[in-house]
């Protein structure tokens, strides 16, 4: 069998060249000589050759950049992006892995994000241009929202609602973290309408979502309402995400005392298997019925929730879990990576978008801690504070930091499974609010 199969291969092999010599253009033994001749002896000075060749390094482009280079959307490249702008882009991307790394903040987003930034930022190379590979991978999946929803089907699928329907009002503390993203609209159209920017409404609503620290959801409504704003919302919302431990723990002790930190949450009740599978039907129905505009997004979290809880499709299951949102995570991250460019990055409206973003997700953050402490002014069981910055979409990092801040001042006060109600909530609410904006402003 083996030595038949070589034969036909070889047969194939040899009908391919046939057909392809048939099909050449006829020279004559005369034309064949000149034309060999003509390739052997047309060769360059090796000056030349050496010359050719210290150009073409990149000491030589960062020195003397290329005056005609342009940026990944074809328009010309300032002396200082193609220069020292580039070098300053490669020092943020080493301190990124420092953070990754030495720090240990969110390797998995920070690492292809910081790599993808180093490569995007190499001369001459085009690495991030429309035929480079970080270039394609950019396109293939962010550009046209196809990643954002499948990062939904693999959250979905690890994501336990068990915290949230035991406590049903800790989703109120999701929803408080989306003032954030209200009102990070309502400031970035005042910043305008004052001259300091120029965003239009379509603009600061995607501006705006960054304050749920939701990376799928930012990419997924800038695609709908501000594509041309895209890389930077991008890079803003996954700085974010990962900055988290960094963020939020000063703001969450400035708004709290010790003794709100040291309060000791109740034990959670037993959720049934049937609740688990009836809620995401039923948080699906609702969205199709109230705000079909979110339903991509939250639709492929539910869908992942649902194979999950289901119990039968273990091997899809573990195929969202784990090959699927992994290989994802690790192209989503060189793409975003890819808008670090300096050309895309050291401009003025992604400075703005940057802090706007930040004011955003402390804003979240705040309003989710503050939220807690107004229900502790009602009678019934005590909700620690800490969890309440949980409330954002950043999803478990928000709720692990819940916890360990928690630690800090009682080490047997264990607030993660509590803040993961929350949390989860916070996905959902900024997958809603996502759907609120494109409908309104679409």
């Known amino acids: 069998m083996k030595s038949f199969v070589i034969k036909l291969f070889t047969l194939f092999m040899l009908l391919g060249v046939s057909s392809a010599y048939a099909s050449a253009p006829a020279h004559s033994p005369e034309e064949t000589l000149n034309t060999h001749k003509e390739e052997t002896y047309q060769t360059k000075p090796f000056s030349e050759m050496i010359g050719g060749f210290l150009t073409s390094t990149g000491i030589y482009a960062f020195i003397n950049p290329d005056p005609d280079e342009l940026n990944s959307h074809g328009e010309k490249m300032s002396d200082f992006h193609k220069s020292w702008g580039r070098i300053i882009m490669i020092l943020l991307t080493f301190f990124l892995f420092w953070l990754a790394i030495r720090k240990g903040f969110e390797p998995l987003l920070l690492l292809p994000i910081a790599f993808g930034g180093l490569l995007a930022n190499i001369p001459i190379a085009g690495i991030a241009g429309d035929h480079g590979f970080l270039g394609i991978i950019y396109n293939m999946g962010i550009s046209n929202e196809m990643f954002p ?9 690890m994501t336990d609602f068990g915290p949230l329907l035991s406590n049903p009002k800790t989703a109120l503390l999701g929803g408080a973290a989306q003032f954030g993203i209200f009102g990070t609209l309502v400031g970035a ?4 309408q004052l001259g300091f920017a120029d965003f239009t409404l379509q603009q600061a609503s995607a501006i705006s979502i960054i304050g749920g620290a939701d990376g799928p959801t930012s990419i997924f409504i800038a695609t709908k309402l501000a594509p041309e704003l895209l890389g930077a919302i991008a890079v803003a919302s996954y700085s974010y995400m990962a900055m988290v431990p960094i963020i939020q723990p000063p703001i969450m002790k400035a708004l709290t005392n010790e003794a709100e930190r040291k309060i000791k949450m109740t034990t959670l009740r037993h959720v049934s298997r049937l609740e688990k599978l009836v809620f995401p039907i039923m948080v699906l ?4 019925l109230v705000l079909p505009a979110a339903t991509p997004l939250i639709g492929a979290f539910m869908f992942g929730n649902f194979l999950k809880e289901s119990g039968v499709v273990e091997r ?4 969202l879990q784990n090959s699927l949102i992994n290989i994802v995570t690790i192209f989503l991250g060189l793409g975003v990576g890819s808008t670090l460019a300096a050309s895309e990055f050291l401009v003025p409206n992604t400075m703005l978008i940057m802090a706007l973003g930040i004011v955003a997700f402390s804003i979240g953050t ?3 801690v503050i939220m807690a402490k107004i229900m502790n002014l009602f009678p019934g069981h005590k909700v620690n504070p800490l969890i309440g910055s949980a409330g954002v979409s950043a999803v478990p990092m928000a709720a692990r930091v819940s916890n360990k801040v928690g630690m800090e001042y009682d080490r047997s006060n264990m607030l993660l499974m509590h803040a993961m109600g929350p949390n989860v909530a916070g996905v959902i609410g900024s997958a809603v609010a996502a759907g609120v904006l494109i409908s309104l402003f679409q």
């Open 149 to 157: 929803i499948l990062i939904f089907m693999g959250v979905g699928a």
């Open 189 to 192: 159209v005042v910043l305008s």
């Open 285 to 288: 129905t609702l969205a199709i």
């Open 316 to 319: 899809l299951n573990d195929t």
């Open 366 to 368: 705040a309003s989710g």
